[in-house]
């Protein structure tokens, strides 16, 4: 069994990306029929990274295997193994996955259904190919099913939550839901982002039908001291924006540094009555959280462990670590104030939540592009691009990126009458990017849904996924001016290029894409296109703080190689340094020692005794022994630092030879025995095609039976056509029939210039003889077409016959 070794520019060929072998097309995504009725399309992410475990979707199969194997085994042909995850609740159409933030749990999702997998540790997968059987459920069967009119538009992972088990769920309807995967069954949290519908009597308000339609959502990142963190946006088709807030999950896990700047902020600022009361309320809760805490820690282990395993209905496969109830340090939970612990309504007075927007552009997007009135907004994002500027992309179908910064802080507001009203908040859109799309595809772009997603390292980089491939984005040219807080009216563009391209005839949608940075592969982007083709670049870290190290040049001397360095070609190898007999050699202090300064007086003394004396000779002389270890050590050290260096510059030599060896390679002469093995080679080639073509000449098979009997009944036809003596052929009876029509026709006519002046024939007289000259007309045509047709087949018969003779 063959292996090879794993790297980046192998992933693409890996069996993990074969199609498989039911699926619809391998140029275009399977689609369901149900698809093709939403009004906006959905967006694809089929494509996931675990750490050192990719997951890839195929249709209704989910496929995992781990890249970061000593090697990947070559199979009959397929590179690397693959397991295919089988649960109960995985019989849809996937159109895109998301693991959450432990890498525990993974998201399903289709048009209208989702299903949560427990992955399988990363032992289980990449051994063998095969089936792996995982716990799987279905999220809420009764609102989300295969029938459901209303499409899953997104799907998202919240941060902030306990074991990382809060799913929230966006529908194009506007309704926002949270599921805490431990009961599944019915939301925790359900909030409406879209207004309220008009009423029959406006009939003469005209309502935009993309308005009523979302797209996309995200959580703002944590970048604030105020309730912008807690605060989601909701896209609309048409480019509304809704916010709602503050919103964190039904068991999360919050920054205590966000509670203590919450309440510094209402101490300068005042948001009204209801957003104290819900400060207060956190604030509450984390000083019960703290005593609890102190209660706890007197309990047993066992005990704490018995506790812990009353709650959670994934079972066994989800419980993998033992310490998945300690708090992450500097973290607090917490619960919504008006919701209980177990999720139901909380005792006392709790104002809903109000919805903000859709909040106003100042100074507003450029319309470019595609028609204004016809471009659809598909995702949003909310990023810290730092210079404590929280970043808005909203990317449109058409090739348009909005990009801007919050202007205003997010307030919080309730449907509450005794709430002070507050102006609402706003959005200065910086720049309005357009991307390349081809202009000769114009199905491709109606059902294109760009993505947007951040970069692992750069805060400043964000990827534009859509149908013609991947696009990169750098705000850091204005972000650093905006950071800088000069007054500068013109602000420079960001940067951007398209890192992947799959556009072509025809095209091939991108439906995954990611970047990551782990120590397998490095830092690096990754693409999966709808035809199961991978594309992978390698990106640039571009950090300040990495030192970039340069070989200095150094002169290309041609040494001749001795015969030691040639038995040992490396210097650490001819003398290796012994760090274990190093470290033995400078042990702690001798107990003797310790013994022998503690008999030492430190008060002052007037006269000095012979026991004195010789207990401070026995200090020196241990001080001393080990000073000279320490020397030693030390000397030890510099000499394999001076082999270090000698080794790098032996290294460095060895490189320049390669170096001017391939330039030897690239010279005239490489280049003249080259063009000499071309012309050899095809010289060969012409006197090969000389030998086929006389072999083929000389090969005369002999005839068969059927071959000779077909001759045979050839011959028969042709004497039946020409005839034997006195042209008794049909070829030569037709002439004689259509020469004798030439000597008649000329008294014929005549003869029917003559009767035309005479009484015409009556009808009946006049229909026979129309009918019979009709037949015969017929019947002559029919005969000519099929001597026509013998002659034709007559002529190649004789061809043929010639050729074999």
Sequence with gaps: MASVVPSLPLLSSHSIFIPPTNSKSIHAPCLDYTEMDDPVPLKSSKMALRDKDLIVAHGKEIRMTSIADDNWDVVDGQLGRYKSLVGKDLGFEVQSISINGNGRLLAVVGRSQVSVIVLPKSGRVGLTSGQLTVKSFAVDRYQFDASASNAITKVLWHPWAQQHTSLWILSADGKLREYDVLSPEDPAQTFSFLPSAPTSGSRFSAVDPLSRYATSFSFSPFSTSDFGPSVIHVLCANGDVHTMGPIIPLHAEVPIEWIQALRLTLEREDFGQAAREWVDDLIKQVRDEEDRMERERGVSDDAMSRTASRRGSLGPAYNHSDDKNE????????????????????????????????????????????????????????????????????????????????????????????EKKTEEASIAIIESVLLYLPPNDPETVSTNAPLIFTDPL????????????????????????????????????????????????????????????????????????????????????????IAVVE??????????????????????????????????????????????????????????????????????????????????????????????????????????????????????????????????????????????????????????????????????????????????????????VQEQLKSLKPALSYQARFDSNEEGLGENEVLPLGNALQKRSEQIKKLLRRLDALNVRMDVAMDERERER
Aim: negative net charge; aromatic residues 6%; charged residues 25%.
């Design 327 to 418: 708090v992450e340090e500097g973290k607090v939970r917490l619960r919504p104030p008006h919701l209980t612990t177990s999720g139901g309504p909380a005792p006392g007075r709790h104002a809903p939540l109000a919805r903000r927007g859709p909040i106003a552009y100042d100074p507003a997007p450029e319309e470019i592009g595609a028609d204004i009135d016809e471009d659809i907004a598909s995702d949003i994002c909310l990023f810290d691009a730092g210079g404590e500027q929280v970043v808005m992309a909203v990317a449109w179908a058409g090739g348009r990126v909005d990009l801007g910064v919050l202007v205003d802080s997010p307030v919080p507001k309730w449907h509450d009458p005794k």
């Design 551 to 736: 070989i200095p040049p150094i002169a290309a001397e041609k040494k001749p190689v001795s015969d030691k360095e040639q038995e040992n070609p490396s210097f650490l190898a001819t003398k290796q340094l012994d760090f274990a007999a190093l470290s033995k050699s400078l042990q702690p202090i001798h107990p003797d020692l310790r013994s022998l300064c503690r008999g030492v007086s430190i008060s002052p003394i007037n006269t000095i005794s012979r026991d004195m004396l010789r207990q401070i000779a026995e200090i020196i002389s241990h001080v001393q022994t080990r000073i000279q270890a320490v020397r030693k050590a030390s000397q030890a050290i510099e000499n394999h630092l001076d082999l270090c260096a000698k080794e790098f510059t032996r290294q460095i030599r060895l490189v320049v030879q390669t170096r001017d060896a391939l330039s030897e390679l690239r010279e005239s002469k490489s280049e003249t025995r080259v063009n000499a093995m071309l012309s050899k080679q095809k010289a060969l080639g012409e006197r090969l095609d000389e030998v086929v073509r006389s072999l083929t000449g000389r090969y005369k098979p002999e005839l068969g039976e059927r071959e000779k009997r077909w001759f045979d009944e050839l011959d028969r036809i042709y004497n039946r056509l020409k005839g034997g003596h006195g042209n008794t052929g049909l070829l030569s009876r037709t002439q004689s």
């Design 458 to 545: 750069h805060d400043h980089l964000i990827y534009i996924q859509h149908s013609f491939g991947v696009d990169t984005i750098s705000v850091q040219p204005w972000i650093a001016v905006l950071a800088d807080d000069n007054d500068t009216p013109d602000l420079p563009s960001s940067s951007v290029s398209r890192t992947i391209d799959s556009t072509g005839i025809p095209a091939k949608p991108i439906i995954g894409a990611f970047a990551f940075c782990n120590i397998a592969f490095g830092y690096a982007l990754v693409a999966l296109a709808s035809s199961c083709q991978l594309a992978t670049v390698e990106l640039e870290y571009k950090g300040t703080d």
